[in-house]
């Protein structure tokens, strides 16, 4: 039992910070804000391309701060909606979205589940974490720009309209003074996530009984707290199973860098990226940061490699999309290995 609790102790706080982030993006979204970004997306001057890369920098940045899966949710749209309002490829931004909150969710501790539990029994500060991942969060991002850009240049490269300046709705409230808050928490804090969570949930009430601009309901199904809770609980069994294996230890304990990104991109894709930062969260590893590379940019090979694939898949359907599962692996595994390659010598 008293392993039990130890391996609860060392798991609750990532998954009740994602819940707080995934608030907080729910909120600043009925107030416009990704809405906002998105038009200002279009509004780029230039083709495709240019309005690729610089919604590509904005799911970077909106993963990063308020973690992927809150992108995938949010920022999925806004790039659809975006290309759509320029008539440009569509492809290149569903597909590029994906890639780029896996890639982008190296830089902060909260950018990622992966990145809190492995480094949940280590009081490290947001802000030595962010140092440590600066360079390899940069490559990783222009490499996914590149591949797909590489990919889908000619489409892209084609004439495009120019967007309508139609007036953005946006209304600076609580979910844009949460979204301050919680980068804020997430780079000064070494246990941020009560804090996050607790502003979440305030913000929520604030705009659903004061404002009435959200239902409690809908913030229920953003964070989907069943999914949550089921992969706590294998989170947890698998922590707890790993603190009586020595496996761990014998791979990781003494590996080089390049084995650890590899065998750590390897498990994602074999049992979901999840599980598999709770095997290795267990033990000690050599090189915690390697390990993250390999967790956090392994999933762009496989859709079935981390939960914020299968979000993607569900939005992409609801926006009339099918988008095929080979097409995913061929590009994320080019977008995975040159940015693994290139980044860690950069630990």
Not at 173 to 192: C, D, H, K
Request: aromatic letters at 8%; hydrophobic letters at 60%.
């Amino acid at each position: 039992m008293h392993e039990l609790a130890q391996t609860i102790s060392a798991t609750w706080s990532p998954f009740v910070l994602v819940a707080g982030l995934l608030l907080i993006g729910h909120v600043a979204s009925g107030e416009g804000l990704f809405r906002l970004v998105g038009a200002g997306c279009a509004r780029v001057p230039g083709g495709g391309v240019s309005l690729f890369f610089v919604t590509m920098i904005a799911v970077a940045l909106v993963t990063a701060v308020l973690n992927l899966d809150t992108s995938v949710v949010f920022m999925t749209p806004v790039a659809l909606y975006a290309a759509r309002a320029k008539g440009t490829d569509e492809k290149a931004f569903l597909y590029g979205t994906i890639f780029m909150s896996n890639s982008a969710s190296l830089l902060l501790l909260g950018s990622n589940l992966t990145n809190l539990l492995v480094f949940s029994r280590r009081a490290t500060l947001g802000s030595t974490f962010a140092r440590h991942m600066l360079l390899a969060w940069i490559v990783a991002v222009m490499v996914t720009i590149a591949v797909v850009l590489a990919w889908r240049w000619r489409a892209l490269r084609q004439a495009v309209q120019t967007p309508t300046r139609s007036k953005t709705a946006f209304v600076f409230g609580p979910g844009v003074l949460a979204v301050g808050f919680a980068v804020i928490a997430m780079l000064f804090l070494s246990r941020p996530a009560l804090w996050v969570l607790v502003v979440g949930v305030a913000a929520e009430l604030y705009e659903s009984v004061a404002k009435k601009r959200v239902k409690l309901h809908d913030a229920l199904s953003v964070t989907n707290p069943w999914i949550l809770s089921l992969l706590f609980v294998i989170a947890t069994a698998v922590g707890w199973f790993a603190r009586y294996s020595s496996l761990t230890t014998h791979l990781l304990r003494h590996a080089s860098i390049a084995a650890t990104v590899t065998t750590s991109a390897l498990a994602s894709l074999v049992i979901n990226n999840l599980p598999a930062a709770s095997l290795f969260a267990a033990h000690g590893v050599a090189h915690p940061y390697a390990l993250l590379l390999g967790l956090d940019l392994g999933p762009n090979c496989l859709v079935t490699g981390a939960l914020s694939s299968l979000l993607w898949i569900r939005i992409a359907r609801r926006h009339k999309l099918q988008p095929s599962l080979w097409t995913f692996s061929a590009v994320g595994t080019v977008v995975a290995i040159v940015a693994m390659v290139l980044a860690a010598p950069l630990l």
